[in-house]
């Protein structure tokens, strides 16, 4: 799989982020996916034809230019609080 330059991840692999994720895969766009739980990202990642690549969340925010979180209202106030310092131009 190949991400293309303008790098695309998806915080959440839940209700919300999955059905982001699979409208993503279906429309050709290779991403990132990450989730609280790894394991669920990992097997809905493998479900969307080599789309996208299952990473932790950490990686996601390192790696992605464009961040797509799909989370919760008390999930995103958590993420933020952690990541905040790290979104700078994404």
């Keep these: ?29 290779n991403f990132l996916l990450a989730g609280r739980d790894p394991e669920a990202a990992a097997k809905l990642a493998a479900s969307l034809d080599g789309h996208t690549e ?12 464009v961040l797509v979180v799909a989370v919760w209202l008390d999930d995103f106030r958590e993420f933020i609080a952690q990541y905040g310092g790290r979104l700078a131009g994404k």
């Design 54 to 65: 299952a990473v932790t969340v950490d990686e996601a925010v390192g790696r992605a230019d």
């Design 1 to 29: 799989m190949t991400i293309s330059e303008a790098t695309v991840a998806i915080i959440g692999a839940d209700t919300i982020g999955g059905t982001r994720a699979e409208h993503f895969a279906a429309g050709g766009r």
